[in-house]
């Protein structure tokens, strides 16, 4: 496996439909290609068995992402030549004991505020990072995450408010730091970049491991993103 270097351009894929982690990335200089796994997360998680530590989960459910965008991206014309990342990333709420996701609905939502509100969660997000070299991956580098969220207690009207506007249904936990639900955080204890969906430091160091300075993927700065 060779350095990557400005010049041998690195294109990013990001395996993920989130919005917050492609905006993160945009903010941080890098401009990435999107694809959708559409993993069936049900599934790996039930494949890993009973009693796996929350860690784990996201962090196999991370990887599972990563390889199949790796599979298809290794399979594309455009992707045959040259030096191409994967990041996958999955994010889930461990609070009271138990690990949660999206909740998908208002009901699940507003049951899952009645634990948070006035309480603390640890946000974890499992990152992978797969580096493909003439569409055979040659690298591979993954682990996770974890920040201490500390819920305020929204007033009754406002979480209503904020369960109708149907941002929080579709994100782990019930919750965005970077959007109305910002509100009723107070306050952080580690890397807010990973509460947002993508710790910046983390994949830096992931991507240091499968040889690919973040320079190269800066756009307009030697990445061909």
Same mark, same amino acid.
């Given at each position: ?49 009973? /009693?796996?530590?929350? +860690? ?26 040259? +030096?191409?990342?994967?990041?996958? &990333? ?6 009271? /004991?138990? %690990? ?7 009901? *699940? ?9 006035? !309480?603390?969660?640890?946000?974890? *997000?499992?990152? &992978?990072? %797969? ?6 991956? *040659? ?7 974890? *920040?201490? $969220? ?12 904020? %369960? ?5 249904? !579709?994100?782990?936990?019930?919750? +965005? ?32 491991? $499968? ?15």
């Amino acid at each position: 496996m060779t350095s990557a270097s400005p010049a041998h351009p690195v294109r990013l894929v990001l395996a993920s439909r989130s919005p917050a982690r492609l905006a993160l990335l945009r903010a941080a200089g890098v401009d990435p290609i999107v694809r959708v796994s559409d993993v069936d997360e049900d599934a790996v998680v039930t494949s890993l068995g009973p /009693g796996v530590a929350h +860690t784990v989960v996201v962090t196999e459910l991370a990887t599972a992402k990563a390889e199949v965008i790796a599979d298809a991206v290794a399979a594309e014309t455009e992707f045959a030549v040259g +030096t191409v990342v994967i990041v996958g &990333c999955d994010s889930m709420l461990s609070i009271g /004991g138990s %690990l949660v996701g999206k909740p998908h609905d208002v009901d *699940t939502a507003r049951n899952r505020w009645s634990v948070m509100a006035g !309480s603390a969660g640890e946000l974890l *997000t499992g990152h &992978c990072v %797969l580096r493909l070299d003439d569409g055979r991956i *040659t690298a591979r580098a993954a682990r996770h995450s974890g *920040t201490v $969220v500390r819920f305020g207690t929204p007033d009754p009207d406002d979480l209503e408010a904020y %369960l109708a506007s149907g941002e929080p249904l !579709s994100v782990a936990g019930a919750f +965005t730091l970077d959007g109305l639900g910002g509100w009723f955080v107070d306050g952080i204890d580690g890397d807010p970049s990973s509460v947002v969906g993508l710790g910046l430091p983390l994949v830096r160091r992931l991507l240091a491991e $499968v040889n690919v300075g973040i320079s190269t993927l800066w756009a307009g700065r030697g990445g061909d993103t």
